[in-house]
């Protein structure tokens, strides 16, 4: 069973910035995908942005031009660089590793609190 722990969520002004991390207790190859994902009290789960093993990345709208994606295969850690945060980013943010071979299995991680405030 893979394990995924996410770390670095906390209190943040508006317009401040945070980093989280991610690691996974096993390789991630090729086309495995690492994803954040976030839910906020009362609202779905959504993605945020994924990176495959390979290093091909998707955004969800709500991230582009603000969070960066970038992952370290040799560490198997895939870290989330937030930027101009808002009030309405505030949520709960987790980690996803998708395995890329039958049956695809899904690994989340616990997830770290994130708050935008002043």
């Known amino acids: 069973q893979v394990q995924v722990v996410e770390s670095g969520g906390g209190l943040v002004h508006p317009r401040g910035s945070l980093t989280l991390s991610c690691v996974a207790s096993?390789?991630?190859?090729?086309?495995?995908?690492m994803g954040w994902y976030r839910q906020a009290p009362g609202k779905q789960r959504e993605l945020v942005a994924a990176?495959?093993?390979?290093?091909?990345?998707e955004y969800a709208d709500l991230a582009k031009g603000r969070f960066t994606i970038s992952s370290n295969s040799a560490k198997n850690t895939v870290d989330l660089q937030m930027k101009s945060l808002k009030p309405e980013d505030t949520a709960v943010y987790y980690c996803?590793?998708?395995?890329?071979?039958?049956?695809?299995?899904?690994?989340w991680g616990q997830g770290t609190q994130v708050t935008v405030s002043s």
């Open positions: 996803k590793l998708v395995r890329s071979t039958f049956p695809f299995p899904e690994f």
């Open positions: 096993e390789s991630i190859f090729g086309s495995d995908v």
């Open positions: 990176i495959t093993g390979g290093g091909n990345i």
